[in-house]
Nanobody, 116 residues
Framework: EVQLVESGGGLVQPGGSLRLSCAASGFPFSRYNMNWVRQAPGKGLEWVAGINSGGDITNYADSVKGRFTISRDNAQNTTYLQMNSLKADDTAVYYC?????????WGQGTQVTVSS
């Protein structure tokens, strides 16, 4: 059974940091590109960051560039999103997804709330 399980979300003050994790199982993780996607209240999905299967190529949305860092550990079947200098606009449910060719797997999401 394919599973992507996000964790690490929570309530944080503006300017704070959080590290999200996405633990994968049930598919060959090291062959899949990984992404973080978020959905703010009342808005559509927004791609946040991506990393290739080998972990040496990363890309970021302009809205998070310089503040967020995506990484992965293929030995642990886990991808991470380090989020620094958080803003209220970063409040959203954060999802990880795994993509390869025609297949895309999604996690259930983790809530991040940035508020004082």
């Amino acid at each position: 059974e394919v599973q992507l399980v996000e964790s690490g979300g929570g309530l944080v003050q503006p300017g704070g940091s959080l590290r999200l994790s996405c633990a994968a199982s049930g598919f060959p993780f090291s062959r899949y590109n990984m992404n973080w996607v978020r959905q703010a209240p009342g808005k559509g999905l927004e791609w946040v960051a991506g990393i290739n299967s080998g972990g040496d190529i990363t890309n970021y949305a302009d809205s998070v560039k310089g503040r967020f860092t995506i990484s992965r550990d293929n030995a642990q079947n886990t991808t991470y999103l380090q989020m620094n200098s958080l803003k209220a606009d970063d409040t959203a449910v954060y999802y990880c997804n795994a993509k390869r060719l025609w297949r895309t797997y999604w996690g259930q999401g983790t809530q991040v709330t940035v508020s004082s």
